[in-house]
């Protein structure tokens, strides 16, 4: 397979050396890392997200990327550390460096697809999980991310997966989400090369899904957008 031209060669090799030890054969790849690698969407990405649904299972995965590490004559630092979470930077040769995020989630509702930095959530369910994500924190990654995936699998898609990753997720709070982001984020960190178009889709989507507790319907079609010019996430 072809490496995604969003993915760095360094990215790559870290991901690979993470997923060779079976000390992560329960992670999967998360984030817009697995996004990439399954060319969902088109938005550069410095990190990689890994999650589990063992807790037992963070510390030895951990561990484990740290002698992979060592082995390769790459360094690790610890920036965060929890029993479920941790951050860490791994450094390579020169100044490369990626960001790296285990941690523990929900079980994966659907089988794993794999990509060429390894295991991943499926598709849907990826998106799925993204919208989760645009419903907890609304960056304007997500919002990016998001406005990708719906022209690739429709709004009910995305709403039911999300819904089934988590028990709390509530149409409301996102339309909510989506307009207090919408009123603080400029143009310019909207990673999408017509922020217009994005603002428009978002606002219609708003309104539905403030009307109805079940928002299952298309909401009005995202346009097809140009041909993206990546930027580096926020």
């Known amino acids: 397979m072809t490496d995604p031209v969003q993915l760095t060669d360094f990215q790559v090799q870290v991901a690979r050396a993470f997923f060779s030890p079976p000390a992560s054969q329960s ?3 998360a984030g817009g890392a697995a996004l990439a690698a399954q060319a969902l969407t088109t938005r550069l990405t410095q990190d990689l997200d890994f999650f589990t649904d063992q807790p037992a299972s963070v510390l030895p995965a951990l561990k484990a990327l740290e002698h992979e590490a060592s082995r390769r004559g790459w360094t690790v630092d610890r920036h965060r550390e929890g029993t ?17 995020d285990l941690a523990l ?12 930095l390894g295991p991943s959530y499926a598709p849907e369910e990826l998106a799925g999980r993204k919208v989760v994500a645009l419903f907890d924190r609304a ?7 998001v406005y990708m995936l719906v022209q690739r699998f429709g709004t009910a898609i995305l709403l039911e997966q999300a819904a089934s990753v988590d028990q709390s997720f509530d149409h409301a ?7 207090g982001r919408l009123a603080n984020v400029g143009d310019d960190e909207l990673p999408v090369p017509d922020p217009a178009a994005l603002r428009a889709f978002y606002a219609a989507w708003a309104v539905q899904l403030s009307a109805s507790p079940l928002a299952l319907e298309p909401a009005p079609d995202a346009p097809t957008p140009r041909t993206p010019r990546p930027r580096l996430s926020p």
């Open 27 to 29: 992670f999967l790849l």
């Open 173 to 179: 709070v996102l339309a909510d989400m989506i307009r």
């Open 105 to 116: 989630d929900s079980r994966p509702g659907m089988p794993p697809t794999m990509t060429v």
């Open 139 to 145: 960056y304007a990654r997500d919002l990016a991310d």
């Open 84 to 100: 479920s979470f941790y951050r860490l930077t791994v450094h390579g040769p020169g100044d490369l460096e990626v960001e790296v």
